[in-house]
Every structure is written in structure tokens, then in C-alpha cells.
């Protein structure tokens, strides 16, 4: 698969079949992930990929915190708030998502269930949690995101679906209780991912991507 078409291809899919991946796909597909770049060639990561009983004790630790109303407390800053243009994006990104669910804007309890959802993992039979030492903040984030997409489109090229989820992030403590995570390491976001209900209305959505003009400038 050419590059473009698996950029073209991958979308933040929302609800998965059941059907679990094979063993060893997973471990072929997370080997090749091994090549993406960081700095200095540091590696940061370190993943925890979470299936059957266990991911399912773990979603529901996490439902019970969020419905609980707890406060987040990311492990790492997810408190920027977007201004500006950014903001627009994010608004029309969720609108996007909720009408093609069939959400109106004042159906707030509605969204509020599909907002749950991502703690439920979308029904995924599996989810990646990407962790790193939280002293390397910025520069670790950097090549954290580097590594989820390199890790999303070798998905993609296998014929799995994926959605990166920073939601992931703003409840650690359930999730490093259970998987014995140390102090010292951060969950920075997840992953749900498996192979996509295509009969599903939210597998629809599709976002916009602005021009090039509005995004890169050249110099000579």
C-alpha cells in the first residue's frame, strides 16, 4: 500500500466487531512499529496493549470513575484550552461526529453517553495504552506521536482499524493500578483498535482538512 492511500485510508474509527486479532499479527505489526524515528533515537515508549478479561476489568474501572464525576488528573498537561481557529476545528470535528450519529446540539445527554464511549473503548477488543517517563515531557510527546501514527497506519496496511484517544489519558490511576504501571511512567493517551463495523453510521464520519495554503509555507 502506497503511503498516501493508507493516510487517505486510516479514519478514527467507533465501533469495532468483536473478532480479537490474531496473537501474531499483533506482535508482527508492534516489531515493525519498532522503526518509527524519535529523538536521538530514545525510544520513549512503552506500550501496553490490553485485551479480553483484563481490558474489560479496566473499562469498567474507568466507567465507574467517570460516571463518579471525578475530576481528570492527566499525568501529563491535557488542560490547553483551543482558542481561535483551533477551536473552530473542534467544534466542527464534533459536530461532524454527532451528526453522523444522528446527535442534535441540544441532545446533550445523548452526547454525553457518546463522549462515555471512548472509556468503553468503543467495544475494540483491544487498546493500546502508550506510557513513557514523565520527565520527558514535550520531547517524549513529540516521538510519542510519531510512534502512534507510524503504529496506525501499519495497522491500517493489515486491514485493522484504530482510533487515537487522548480521553485515554485523563483517568491513569484505574489504569496503572491494574497493569502495575510505576509512578515514575505516565499514560500520555491510548488507542482503541480492531476491525471496523462498516454497517456502523458513525464509521461515516469524515473530517476536513484544510488547504495547503492555509497550512505550509515555502522559502527559498
Known sequence: MQVINALKKRTS????LK???PADVLKSIFSQAQQAPSNCNVQPWQTLVVSAD????IKCELVKVVMSGATPNPDFNWQAQYQGVHRDRQFG????LYSSMGITRDDKKS???AMLRNWQFFDAPHVAFFTMD????IMGAVDMGIYAQSLALLLNENGISSC????????????????NIPEERGILF????GYADDTAAVNTTRTEREKLETAVEFFQ
Open 13 to 16: 474509527t467507533r465501533a469495532f
Open 19 to 21: 473478532n480479537p486479532v
Open 54 to 57: 483484563k481490558k474489560e476489568q
Open 93 to 96: 470535528s464534533a459536530n461532524v
Open 111 to 113: 452526547r454525553q453517553l
Open 134 to 137: 514523565k520527565y520527558l515531557n
Open 164 to 179: 487515537l484517544q487522548g480521553a485515554l489519558g485523563q483517568f491513569p490511576d484505574p489504569i496503572k493500578q491494574a497493569l
Open 190 to 193: 491510548g488507542m482503541s483498535f
